[in-house]
């Protein structure tokens, strides 16, 4: 007798999920011949920008990965994942061009980008920090580090300086801390949740490709696409 296919009342037939990982699909940009081309344009100030192409954006990704993955390995004696399974590395940073080569890198290791508000009540923090078990706190320098207790934590500026000693190759599949995981946890954002204790929500990378090549209804459509981080 045969076997009926799995169903789900909300998904319907469950189908194997093979999903490109973001990191992947900026390399394959990179290799395709975007290199040289304006990957971020950062206002300083009122009068000055910085722009960054795609090679140096992603070199400089994969050189703070490397050197993430060497902090996280040098601070652990073994290195597993929390209780979901994931690998999350708290992220205390101002918005910047440096945030954005921080999240790049933070996937390019294998791990999920939770980022925190410096700002958010200590407690609010300690829960947050207690519940997901970050692997590593990435923050700005002028972060007090008090309210992150024992949780391993480094700030950009020292990976920074330290990442000139690792290679700006893409990091290998196999060095990354999720390993063959085709649909890993990408982002963890945390909300006041009904109750008022701070709940973390999962975004995978299949949910967050969805978002970004859904059609579009009621949009504002351009020729040139471009995406604005603000504070």
Same mark, same amino acid.
């Given at each position: 007798?045969?076997? *009926?296919?799995?169903?789900?009342?909300?998904?319907?037939?469950?189908?194997?999920?093979?999903?490109? @990982?973001?990191?992947?699909?900026?390399?394959?940009?990179?290799?395709?011949?975007?290199?040289?081309?304006?990957?971020?344009?950062?206002?300083?100030?009122?009068?000055?920008?910085?722009?960054?192409?795609?090679?140096? *954006?992603?070199?400089?990704?994969?050189? @703070?990965?490397?050197?993430?993955?060497?902090?996280?390995?040098?601070?652990?004696?073994?290195?597993?994942?929390?209780?979901?399974?994931?690998?999350?590395?708290?992220?205390?940073?101002?918005?910047?061009?440096? *945030?954005?080569?921080?999240?790049?890198? =933070?996937?390019?290791?294998?791990?999920?980008?939770?980022?925190?508000?410096?700002?958010?009540?200590?407690?609010?923090?300690?829960?947050?920090?207690?519940?997901?078990?970050?692997?590593?706190?990435?923050?700005?320098?002028?972060?007090?580090?008090?309210?992150?207790?024992?949780?391993?934590?480094?700030?950009?500026?020292?990976?920074?300086?330290?990442?000139?000693?690792?290679?700006?190759?893409? =990091?290998?599949?196999?060095?990354? *801390?999720?390993?063959?995981?085709?649909?890993?946890?990408?982002?963890?954002?945390?909300?006041?949740?009904?109750?008022?204790?701070?709940?973390?929500?999962? @975004?995978?990378?299949?949910?967050?490709?969805?978002? =970004?090549?859904?059609?579009?209804?009621?949009? =504002?459509?351009?020729?040139?696409?471009?995406?604005?981080?603000?504070?």
């Amino acid at each position: 007798m045969g076997t *009926l296919p799995q169903l789900s009342i909300l998904k319907g037939s469950q189908k194997s999920r093979d999903v490109q @990982l973001l990191h992947k699909i900026f390399e394959e940009k990179v290799d395709q011949g975007c290199g040289n081309k304006t990957a971020i344009i950062f206002n300083v100030d009122h009068l000055n920008e910085r722009r960054i192409n795609y090679n140096t *954006l992603n070199s400089s990704a994969n050189r @703070l990965s490397a050197t993430i993955l060497h902090s996280i390995h040098e601070r652990h004696e073994k290195v597993h994942g929390n209780q979901d399974g994931d690998w999350p590395i708290v992220v205390c940073m101002s918005p910047s061009d440096n *945030l954005i080569a921080t999240l790049l890198a =933070i996937w390019k290791c294998g791990a999920a980008y939770l980022p925190i508000d410096p700002s958010f009540p200590q407690n609010r923090i300690q829960h947050i920090l207690e519940e997901t078990k970050p692997v590593l706190i990435i923050h700005d320098t002028d972060v007090s580090t008090e309210v992150f207790g024992k949780n391993p934590a480094v700030s950009f500026d020292a990976l920074k300086r330290q990442s000139t000693e690792f290679s700006n190759a893409n =990091i290998r599949d196999d060095a990354t *801390l999720s390993g063959a995981d085709t649909d890993p946890t990408a982002i963890i954002l945390y909300t006041s949740g009904s109750t008022g204790i701070p709940k973390g929500n999962h @975004l995978f990378t299949s949910s967050i490709l969805h978002s =970004i090549l859904k059609p579009r209804s009621g949009g =504002i459509e351009t020729k040139s696409p471009r995406a604005y981080c603000m504070h």
